[in-house]
Structures are given as structure tokens and as C-alpha cells.
């Protein structure tokens, strides 16, 4: 798959499927890659796009200097005796379903920050599985500078990620935190030099798509679990997975691997069936 030949004007830009790998670029780069509707749909089309066989692996990242401004306030404007909007309709239609779609896609998403994350846009990159950023990157809780609340999966992901404390902070004193600090704290995998991060990112994502991707999904599924489980429950669902696992030739082909010392082939035709 290659991008459109008028892919200036597209929101987001689907590059060709490398070693499995799906990159989606957000492509507002005069605006930050702010959110607005057509962003949040096409973004949301292309998770469901990453769902099809042939994608194994998914890369998200900006275009341009930063990563995503969270929503575009450019056009909101209030005048006296307005209705206001329902932002938890707008939400319900539209990031909701986007952060709950990246959650449940049964593949590993990645995503490399490149620039600022700020709002919605660091809550996008939080609901990936690893994220990288540059090490100018900036992440901010900016909601409580404009009166909101953190949407996105925020107040879900942040205080697991960073601890309540930190979440706490980051959230109601609306301050930036550095790559480096924010991978030191545990909010994202790894911070990389400006001009190596998309060659880490790629790395990661090409690693992961050669894997056993049906297992990275389970993995994926017993995690979202467990934030909400007890032990009992986990051990459970973890008995019901891996029994789902080790139906798999997946878990054949690691095996047989590892008896003939050689690195596994999830690749090779029936290993994933």
C-alpha cells in the first residue's frame, strides 16, 4: 500500500506495508497534527485497515515538527447566549472509539513521538503499546489550562504508567515533561537522539512484526486485563489464553527453535495458523 499521489490534503498518510509494518503519519503538520474530525476518522479508518492479514505491526507517528497538539481550538469560538457544544458527545463519537480500536487491535502498535504530544495527542501515543520519542519531545496534560478535564484514556493510563502522584501532578499543574524524564519515569519505553528515532521505531516495529503476532495479541488482551482484575481472576484468564497459545503453530515453530538452536520463523508459511 502507498499513499495517495494528493497526499498533502490526506489527514493521514498510510505508507506501503514493509516486513508486515503499517506506518500511519498524522499529516497536520501546519497545525501541530491537531485533531479535528477528519483526522480523528481517518486515523480511526487506518486502525481498522491495520486490522487486515497482511498487516502484522503497526507505526504511528507525526508529520512535520511535532507529534500531535491535541485538539484544534482554532475555530471555537464562544459568543454570548451560545449553546455549548456536548464535549462528551464529541468524544463518545469520536476519540472514544479511536483509543478503545488501538487497545483491542490484536497486533502491537508503536509509536514514535517525534515532537510535542500535548492533550489528546500524548493521550494517543499513551494508549500505544511501546512508545519512543525524540529526545526534544514534549508531553503535557494540557486540559486543565483550557477548563477540561484529560480525555483520551488519560486519567486510565497515566497513573499506571507514572503513579498516581505523578499523574496527579502532571495533569492539574498542566506542566511539559521531557522525553528523557518521561521514559525515566516509566511513562513511555524509550527516549532517542532527534535524528535516530524513526530507525528505532522501525527496529521495534519490524522486530514485533516479524514475531508471533497472534501471541502479541493475547499478550495485549491479558494486560488490558489485568488493571481491573484480581489475581484469581488474572490467573484465570492467563490458563485460558495460554491454553488458546498453545494451540498454535506459533508455539510449535518456538519451540521447534529453540530444540534446534536457531531463531524462530513465525514468518514461515503455517506457523502462524
Same mark, same amino acid.
Given at each position: ?14 505508507? /506501503? ?14 497545525? +501541530? ?14 486502525? !481498522? ?53 488501538? %487497545? /483491542?487491535?490484536?497486533? $502491537? ?16 501515543? +499513551? ?22 478535564? $484529560? ?7 497515566? $497513573? ?46 519490524? %522486530? ?9 495479541? +493475547? ?28 494451540? %498454535? ?11 534446534? /538452536? %536457531? $531463531?524462530?520463523?513465525?514468518?514461515? !508459511?503455517?506457523?502462524?495458523?
Amino acid at each position: 500500500m502507498t499513499a495517495s499521489p494528493d497526499a498533502s490534503s490526506q489527514p493521514v498518510l498510510l505508507d /506501503k506495508l514493509e516486513a508486515g509494518v503499517l506506518t500511519l503519519t498524522l499529516n497536520r503538520p501546519e497545525r +501541530l497534527n491537531a485533531l479535528n474530525i477528519a483526522l480523528i476518522e481517518a486515523l480511526s479508518a487506518a486502525i !481498522k485497515r491495520a486490522a487486515e492479514p497482511d498487516c502484522r505491526a503497526v507505526l504511528v507517528t507525526g508529520a512535520g515538527r511535532g507529534f500531535c497538539a491535541g485538539a484544534d481550538l482554532a475555530n471555537r469560538a464562544f459568543a454570548p447566549g451560545d449553546a455549548r457544544a456536548d464535549l462528551g458527545q464529541s468524544l463518545e463519537k469520536g476519540i472514544n472509539p479511536l483509543i478503545r480500536a488501538i %487497545r /483491542k487491535l490484536p497486533k $502491537p502498535v508503536v509509536c514514535a513521538v517525534n515532537g510535542p504530544a500535548a492533550g489528546a495527542g500524548a493521550n494517543i501515543a +499513551l494508549a500505544c503499546d511501546i512508545v519512543l520519542a525524540a529526545k526534544s519531545a514534549q508531553f503535557l496534560q494540557a486540559f486543565a489550562r483550557v477548563g477540561l478535564i $484529560p480525555d483520551a484514556g488519560g486519567t486510565f493510563h497515566l $497513573p499506571r504508567l507514572v503513579g498516581e502522584a505523578r499523574a496527579r501532578a502532571l495533569m492539574m499543574l498542566a506542566e511539559p515533561i521531557g522525553a528523557e524524564d518521561a521514559a525515566a519515569w516509566g511513562m513511555i519505553y524509550r527516549a532517542a537522539d532527534d535524528e535516530d528515532l524513526m530507525g528505532e521505531a522501525r527496529i521495534v516495529a519490524e %522486530r514485533l512484526a516479524a514475531g508471533p503476532t497472534y501471541t502479541l495479541g +493475547l499478550i495485549k488482551r491479558a494486560l488490558a486485563a489485568s488493571a481491573s482484575s484480581s489475581l484469581d481472576a488474572q490467573l484465570d484468564l492467563e490458563r485460558d489464553l495460554q491454553r488458546e497459545a498453545g494451540a %498454535r503453530d506459533e508455539y510449535v515453530e518456538g519451540v521447534r527453535a529453540f530444540q534446534e /538452536k %536457531r $531463531p524462530a520463523d513465525f514468518l514461515r !508459511k503455517g506457523a502462524g495458523a
